[in-house]
């Protein structure tokens, strides 16, 4: 039996489907925030329509209990934890507070002290068999341009925010309770939709400065065009991950899901994939391709400088009139500053991720296509559901 945290999310959603579909017989309990276990099935049908559709043979053994991670004790019902405790072999732990932009109390709650109160749960079952699936993510790496070994974690690296930093403690938690049972990490870089159907249930990261550029919002782009930027397809993470469910690990294994070194992606081939899809899929040619802003401009701390003054103007005038009149031309552009402002570090340097342990381990599977190969069909998919506004036939 199994049981998955943050099934209800971008990647634990595509692993549930995967683990699903690759060991139909085996149970999997889905710790799902809500009310009770009937919120919690409502709220995973929501955000997993396609396994639940009304003829799938599928979803059956799949068993979503109310939970967070967050409380002590997981918040589970005495009768779910009686479950849990007699019959989980692995546990997937997907869950975790993934906003760039938070406070560190407010990450830690969830990417650390949650993490934290399900390996005592998992403890608590005493069963040294056991596996916990701990996904993580390459950027524990911290701000570091270095390439990487999974190998490696710097717990005192400089880290660009307060996920990095609450990702990267929960992971050397997680390797403090290999003496209970059996540990793997798991760490994929930047995770995009599914490189066959182009599929995302999520229009973040990547995606938010991408359609800024498509809706023509974002003219000057805040990235050094050929910085190395790792992506990969969320098809490729979610089955690796699977397919771990039927191999044995060495106790403590890290694997990096990424594109690896020389193989990654850059602000400036995105640019101009997603100008080529653009031109293919839509009216929109882009007409006036947008620039790369000069480096000299690219520090964390002058970019903010912008964003405060810029909102704080907002804020000021907000009542007048004068305001009714900004709104007209700054209004989208204002949130839109907000959120990409926590990725444009990413844009700027970053580590590059050895990917020896995965090949070694996963063979040739474990090598993921690269986003030159998928990138259309991503874009593709965007253009056509306008930024997941519309539902399309996938
Ligand atoms: N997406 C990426 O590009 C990426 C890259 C590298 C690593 N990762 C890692 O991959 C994992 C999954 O990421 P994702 O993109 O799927 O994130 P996501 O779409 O933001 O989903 C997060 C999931 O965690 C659940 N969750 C949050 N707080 C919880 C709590 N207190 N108790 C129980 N569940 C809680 C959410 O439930 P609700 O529905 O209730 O909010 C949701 O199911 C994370 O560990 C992340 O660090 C992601």
């Known amino acids: 039996m199994i049981l998955l945290t943050g099934g209800t999310g971008f990647l634990g959603s595509a692993l549930l489907a995967r683990l699903n579909r690759m060991y139909p017989e085996k149970p999997i309990y889905v710790l799902v925030r809500a009310e009770d276990d009937d919120h919690a099935l409502h709220r995973l049908k929501e955000s997993n329509k396609s396994l639940f559709l009304k003829d799938s043979k599928f979803a059956k053994n799949i068993f979503p209990i109310a939970g967070d991670i967050s409380h002590q004790g997981l918040g589970l019902s005495g009768r779910n934890k009686d479950i849990l405790t007699q019959e989980i072999k692995?546990?997937?732990?997907?869950?975790?507070?993934?906003?760039?932009?938070?406070?560190?109390?407010?990450?830690?709650?969830?990417?650390?002290?949650?993490?934290?109160?399900?390996?005592?749960?998992?403890?608590?079952?005493?069963?040294?068999?056991?596996?916990?699936?701990?996904?993580?993510?390459?950027?524990?790496?911290?701000?570091?341009?270095?390439?990487?070994?999974?190998?490696?974690?710097?717990?005192?690296?400089?880290?660009?925010?307060?996920?990095?930093?609450?990702?990267?403690?929960?992971?050397?938690?997680?390797?403090?309770?290999?003496?209970?049972?059996?540990?793997?990490?798991?760490?994929?870089?930047?995770?995009?939709?599914?490189?066959?159907?182009?599929?995302?249930?999520?229009?973040?990261?990547?995606?938010?400065?991408?359609?800024?550029?498509?809706?023509?919002?974002?003219?000057?782009?805040?990235?050094?065009?050929?910085?190395?930027?790792?992506?990969?397809?969320?098809?490729?993470?979610?089955?690796?991950?699977?397919?771990?469910?039927?191999?044995?690990f060495e106790n403590g294994a890290c694997f990096h899901l990424t594109a690896g070194v020389g193989r990654e992606s850059s602000p400036a081939q995105i640019l101009d994939l997603l100008i080529n899809a653009a031109g293919k899929y839509s009216k929109n040619n882009l007409k006036h391709k947008p620039i790369f802003a000069p480096a000299e401009f690219l520090s964390q701390e002058s970019i903010q400088k912008v964003i405060h003054s810029v909102t704080n103007i907002a804020t000021n005038i907000y009542h007048t009139q004068t305001f009714k009149h900004f709104e007209k031309i700054l209004g989208n552009r204002i949130p839109l500053l907000n959120q990409i402002l926590p990725f444009i570090p990413y844009m700027i340097s970053n580590p590059r991720f050895d990917t020896k342990m995965t090949l070694d381990k996963f063979g040739p599977n474990g090598l993921p296509p690269l986003f030159e190969n998928y990138a259309e069909t991503i874009f593709k998919f965007c253009i056509e559901s306008r930024w997941g506004r519309v539902q399309t036939a996938q």
């Open 90 to 248: 692995s546990i997937y732990h997907s869950a975790a507070n993934t906003h760039l932009n938070l406070g560190i109390d407010e990450a830690t709650a969830c990417n650390y002290t949650g993490t934290a109160n399900l390996l005592e749960f998992a403890k608590s079952i005493d069963n040294s068999s056991l596996n916990f699936k701990h996904i993580s993510t390459a950027y524990v790496a911290g701000d570091t341009t270095q390439t990487v070994c999974s190998s490696n974690l710097n717990i005192n690296s400089l880290f660009r925010n307060s996920y990095e930093e609450t990702k990267a403690k929960a992971e050397k938690l997680v390797q403090s309770y290999k003496d209970h049972f059996s540990v793997v990490i798991f760490r994929p870089s930047v995770i995009v939709g599914d490189s066959i159907t182009g599929n995302t249930s999520a229009f973040n990261v990547l995606y938010i400065p991408a359609r800024a550029i498509y809706t023509g919002l974002l003219k000057v782009i805040p990235a050094i065009p050929h910085t190395p930027f790792d992506v990969v397809p969320v098809d490729y993470v979610s089955r690796i991950i699977a397919e771990s469910e039927a191999m044995s």
